[in-house]
């Protein structure tokens, strides 16, 4: 009997060289490599040209006022004199209290939904939840003057004048006359607006957390929140960051709801309570009517502005987000 | 292990999972009341008409939204016919095939793209869409709804392909399938909820845009015909009848957004219906 | 690139669409939100009528309307205010303006304990606006009005935080009675650097934070005060009388300089002379090309004009706007004849 040892012959695929690529080729991998990365491009596409012409119809302002527009106050249709720095501010300032009013308590809703409600109740609430983001922003603002500008001109106003106003340093942030319209009413309104976008996208990930993970950190003894807070957060950590940067992007967007809650005072004050303006609350109130080609172009100017605006933002977050890579998250 | 650093512990346990419970009544008692209010002020204004009938001048009844609330489901399947797919294969690029710097680019320019205001997407579409032809259309509107869902639907469906496990794909790979074949047959399903998710989410984002439609879509009082005229949308007639001086009219903006938000929850419990349909099968 | 493609097909789709629909006229059309409500009312009226002809307005603003119709991409606009000299010169082709509609903009307040009509004096209204003014105990408001117990509390001043042709008519009898404000602010504006006040969104926000906010003033629209039961105050014409507005003080307004108005129609009658005259009134305009190519668009938008100057004119009061005077009528119904 011979004993030669009869192999099946597997055909090993080429592993590299112009035979490789062909086989590649065949078995489809690198057309789908270069239809994903086309329509990847396209949103790269979509961006410059945005950008571009928000550059040129911008160009009679930009050489009219150069980088005096970043810092100048006033803001005057009749006289052509036109500056976004009180835009600036009011843009920065309630999408900052948007984001600290609405992470803690997007967070939180997520872990809860996520991690302690039956999975049937945590379903039903998260598709009500994604309803809130349907609402028309018209309709948040109608809300906002009806429901939550009273209550702050008549409670909560008052409220925190008497009691943070008197805190030395951070009490300046609450002097002031009270009209119930102002900084902190907008960012409240968009707090509502931007929170659903954070607990939908933040339960859907904290779900993808492998169950291993909870169970050996309470097989090691940690309590639910323990194992929640340090070790199921962290893995999810990518996905939470990326519902922020969402909800901050919407909240510097965002038009209609804080055009009717902010005051629109082209004004820079300390107190939250006091009115403003935001850049596309400006952009949105005044494009309509705009006539005058300085300025049409300030305000697209302005939009061009806060392209810059969500630029270094999200640039500075994502430099945070790598200084606190500290382990402990899906591994990349 | 001493017994205070226990109780600490626990209580703190007990406070902050109190606290997300918390966190998350308030969250949906904040929608309850949306709710109700869209429904008491706008549930008198729902009628047969309502559906079915074209806008009436002010002063008249009987005047209704059928052309705007075909002209939203017109302008969201543009949007999603149009951006969806592009929002898909880019977030399978990112999370699938792409090489570093450039998957670090499109991440940040999406990013930048959910940043700029509705109105200014809207003049973008209406310099590419409407100025070259020189007339209003769906179509317009339907470019400038489509810009603004991809990027949303970019970053779920990246984020979900990535936290299907690698085993999965291993799986695949080990019992002979092709890159693409793992990702399209067993990665895409496995995610498909998550990514659904983000889909929703955008398509309901832009199903209340008004400012982006002000210059694209336009508006029309009429049935629109095809693609190429202006068209209703349900959120502009919400914006133009809430800042008019007639209640009668103020009460139809409240049932348009109720209508909306009705459209919104069909559509997703749709949605997820054909999905876990074709899931089991 | 496929957006282009599918702009191509889609122009050959709509020909064939429109070749399909035979005799319906589409007019599409933007402009002033003012006047949209009688509008709206005078296109559907005309529509029932005229079956074939579809108007379709929006009223996206006067700015907007003058510069979609500049390019090109409706049929005809709307504004509230008429054109300016420059906007004529850089438009390329030449534009007609027809008055349609008279209305007019009325202070309203809401002050603790007082309940009837105030009167405001022309200086009192620019220097409130002004900032100058900041006690409703003034003595340039309390002199106008002598049975009144006025309270010494700051005055919160509400303006329009969208441009708007309220705002424009408003800074425009501004202007005229005040060289300070004129000096300060400018001429009339639908947007101008207001020197003080909280800005609210369209007539609803004004009246909303004015309602809301004690010690506060705003104005707004006569028909938003009417429809809605808002008091507002007397305000004091050139001739110093205190005028309650109302539809016919409007049309007095117009019909108190009618032989000076040019025969273009671009006319501001705010601040006019008479004692009946309601001084914060204005005309609204239609921008109609005076070169239309489309035959059968053309007739469409003479034949609406002619309407609209006859059967038209009788929906006004319904709606609260004022009905254009007899003279001006006459003129408008002539120069309908330059539209070729």
Same mark, same amino acid.
């Given at each position: ?5 009869t192999?099946?012959a597997h ?17 489809g ?74 992470v ?42 009806f429901?939550?500008?009273?209550l ?112 629109n005072?082209a ?11 935001t ?36 640039g ?9 890579e ?7 | ?18 606290l ?10 904040v ?12 549930g ?43 929002g898909?294969?880019?977030?399978v ?25 509705s ?10 869409v ?60 496995a ?59 103020h ?31 | 690139?496929?957006?282009?493609? %599918? ?9 064939? !669409? +429109?070749? @399909?629909?035979? &005799?319906?006229? =589409?007019?599409? $059309? ?6 949209y ?25 006067s ?18 205010g008429?054109?300016?000299?420059e ?7 030449k ?11 009325v ?22 606006? %002004? ?9 340039? !408001? +309390?002199? @106008?009005?002598? &049975?009144?117990? =006025?309270?010494? $509390? ?42 003080v ?94 070169q ?16 609209m ?32």
């Amino acid at each position: 009997m011979s004993a030669a040892a009869t192999t099946i012959a597997h055909e090993v695929p080429p592993q590299a060289g112009p035979r490789a690529f062909l086989h590649r080729l065949r078995q489809g991998d690198e057309i789908a490599h270069l239809i994903t990365l086309t329509f990847a491009a396209v949103i790269l596409l979509l961006t410059s040209m945005l950008v571009y012409e928000l550059w040129v119809n911008s160009h009679l302002s930009r050489t009219a006022f150069g980088w005096s527009f970043f810092w100048t106050k006033v803001w005057d249709p009749n006289f052509d004199n036109f500056g976004a720095a009180p835009f600036i501010y009011g843009t920065l300032v309630t999408s900052a209290v948007a984001l600290v009013l609405a992470v803690p308590l997007g967070l939180a809703s997520a872990i809860f939904l996520s991690e302690l409600a039956p999975r049937n109740i945590s379903d039903v609430i998260s598709f009500l939840i994604d309803l809130l983001a349907a609402v028309p922003s018209v309709i948040y603002g109608l809300l906002g003057i009806f429901i939550v500008v009273p209550l702050m001109r008549t409670t909560i106003g008052p409220l925190l004048i008497n009691t943070v106003g008197n805190v030395p340093y951070i009490g300046v942030l609450f002097r002031g006359p009270n009209y119930g319209v102002g900084f902190l009413t907008a960012g409240i309104v968009l707090a509502i607006m931007v929170v659903p976008f954070i607990i939908s996208v933040s339960r859907e990930v904290l779900l993808t957390v492998p169950r291993e993970q909870r169970e050996a950190a309470m097989a090691l003894g940690a309590t639910r929140w323990e194992s929640t807070w340090q070790v199921v957060v962290p893995w999810a950590r990518t996905g939470i960051m990326g519902s922020v940067f969402l909800a901050l992007a919407r909240a510097l967007g965002e038009t209609m709801a804080v055009t009717m809650v902010i005051g629109n005072a082209a004004a820079i004050k300390a107190s939250l309570l006091a009115p403003g303006d935001t850049i596309a609350s400006t952009i949105a109130n005044q494009f309509t009517e705009a006539t005058g080609d300085l300025y049409l172009s300030s305000l697209i100017e302005l939009g061009l502005v806060l392209f810059l605006i969500t630029f270094i933002l999200n640039g500075l977050a994502r430099i945070l987000i790598v200084a606190t890579e500290r382990g402990g998250g899906r591994p990349a | 292990m001493s017994s205070l650093r226990i109780v600490w512990r626990k209580s703190l346990n007990y406070v902050m999972l109190t606290l997300t419970g918390v966190a998350a009544f308030a969250v949906v008692s904040v929608l309850f009341l949306i709710l109700g209010y869209l429904l008491w002020n706008g549930g008198t204004s729902l009628s047969w008409n309502f559906f079915t009938k074209l806008p009436k001048p002010v002063g008249e009844t009987g005047g209704g939204m059928a052309n705007a609330i075909v002209g939203s489901l017109k302008l969201l399947f543009l949007a999603a016919v149009m951006g969806l797919p592009v929002g898909l294969l880019a977030g399978v690029y990112l999370a699938e095939f792409g090489g570093k710097t450039f998957s670090f680019i499109v991440r940040y320019t999406t990013d930048l793209l959910n940043g700029v205001p509705s109105i200014v997407i809207g003049i973008f579409a209406y310099s590419l869409v409407v100025l070259p032809v020189k007339h209003f259309s769906a179509l317009a509107g339907g470019v400038a709804l489509g810009i603004m869902v991809i990027p949303i639907t970019v970053r779920s469906t990246e984020e979900f392909l990535r936290a299907v496990p690698g085993n999965m794909r291993e799986a695949a790979m080990a019992l002979g399938a092709s890159k693409w074949k793992t990702i399209a047959t067993v990665v895409l399903p496995a995610a498909s909820g998550g990514i659904l998710t983000g889909m929703l989410l955008a398509l309901a984002r832009v199903a209340g845009e008004t400012a982006p439609l002000l210059f694209t879509a336009f508006g029309n009082r009429f049935w629109s015909q095809g693609w190429g005229q202006p068209i209703a949308s349900l959120p502009v007639m919400i914006y133009t009848y809430a800042v008019a001086p007639y209640d009668d009219w103020h009460r139809q903006a409240w049932a348009a957004g109720l209508v909306l938000l009705a459209l919104v929850l069909v559509s997703n419990l749709g949605a997820r219906f054909i999905l876990a349909r074709s899931k089991a099968v | 690139m496929k957006k282009s493609l %599918l702009v191509v097909w889609l122009m050959t789709l709509t020909a064939a !669409i +429109a070749a @399909a629909q035979g &005799g319906t006229v =589409l007019l599409n $059309a933007a402009g002033a939100t003012f006047p949209y409500p009688i509008y709206s009312k005078w296109f559907d009226v005309y529509h029932t009528a005229h079956p074939n002809v579809q108007i379709n307005y929006q009223s996206i603003g006067s700015g907007g309307g003058i510069r979609q119709l500049q390019a090109g991409t409706v049929d005809f606009g709307a504004s509230d205010g008429p054109m300016t000299d420059e906007q004529l010169a850089q438009s390329k082709f030449k534009i007609l303006h027809f008055p349609t509609v008279l209305g007019a903009v009325v202070p309203t307040y809401n002050i603790a304990g007082v309940t009837g009509e105030l009167n405001f004096t022309q200086k009192a209204l620019a220097g409130i606006y %002004l900032g100058t003014i900041t006690k409703w105990n003034d003595p340039e !408001i +309390a002199k @106008a009005n002598s &049975g009144v117990k =006025l309270p010494s $509390a700051d005055i919160v001043v509400v303006h329009r935080s969208d441009g708007s042709g309220t705002s424009y008519i408003w800074t425009d009898f501004l202007a005229k009675v005040s060289d300070d404000w004129k000096n300060k602010v400018g001429k009339a504006a639908t947007s101008v650097n207001w020197p003080v006040g909280l800005g609210g969104k369209g007539n609803e926000g004004v009246t909303g934070l004015v309602k809301q906010t004690p010690n506060a003033i705003g104005y707004i629209e006569l028909i938003y005060a009417v429809q809605n039961n808002i008091p507002y105050g007397k305000v004091q014409n050139a001739a110093g009388k205190f005028v309650k507005a109302d539809l016919a003080g409007v049309t007095a307004a117009a019909a108190a300089d009618a032989k000076s108005i040019p025969d273009d129609f671009r006319v501001s009658i705010t601040n006019a002379p008479g004692p009946t005259v309601y001084p914060i009134s204005s005309f609204t305009w239609l921008l109609i090309p005076a070169q239309i190519q489309d035959a059968a668009k053309r007739d469409a938008i003479k034949d609406f004009l002619k309407w609209m100057l006859t059967e038209g004119q009788k929906y006004n009061e319904g709606l609260s706007y004022a009905q254009l005077p007899k003279a001006v009528i006459v003129r408008e119904t002539k120069a309908i004849s330059l539209i070729q």
